[in-house]
């Protein structure tokens, strides 16, 4: 395991990522979001919990470098398909068990728009989490 890489790639993209989930989903699908959703689970701004949200988003950053060193994934190209793809399954999995067993969502559209900001959200991750990867030097194998 390259522990340099994944720590580079997994703070780069939790950053990335808390900075795309305000650009995305608090900004320009926030009303979106509250028309077409159940708004009584969300709590106000004046009431997040910032630290669970920074730490959200590093591990998704994480779990997306892991991925990408156990795939050899190198590049910020390789980085977009494969960020795009874990996005959508990722988003999918969560989207249809959040509507099968909760009233977050009235219908499938929010799961269909929420999939969309998604894999974009995700595929741009995986570029700057590839590209950073790829700028890291390779451990050394040697204990000297």
């Not at 808390?18 to 509250?34: P, Q, S, V």
């Not at 730490?55 to 950053?61: A, I, T």
């Not at 741009?124 to 950073?132: D, F, K």
Request: zero cysteines.
């Amino acid at each position: 395991m390259n522990t340099n890489k994944i720590l580079v790639g997994g703070i780069v993209g939790g950053i990335t990522f808390f900075l795309l989930g305000w650009l995305i989903y608090g900004i320009l699908l926030a009303g979106y979001f509250a028309a077409n959703g159940n708004p009584s689970i969300m709590r106000p701004m004046d009431q997040m919990i910032w630290w669970a949200l920074i730490l959200s988003n590093l591990m998704w950053g994480f779990l997306l470098a892991v991925v990408f060193n156990w795939s050899n994934t190198t590049g910020w190209i390789a980085g977009a398909k494969k960020g795009a793809i874990f996005g959508l399954l990722s988003s999918l999995a969560i989207d249809l068990g959040y509507y099968s067993m909760s009233t977050m969502y009235s219908n499938i559209a929010p799961i269909l728009v929420d999939t969309i900001a998604t894999v974009v959200m995700v595929a741009i991750g995986g570029i700057v989490i590839g590209w950073a990867m790829s700028k890291v030097r390779k451990e050394s194998l040697s204990m000297s």
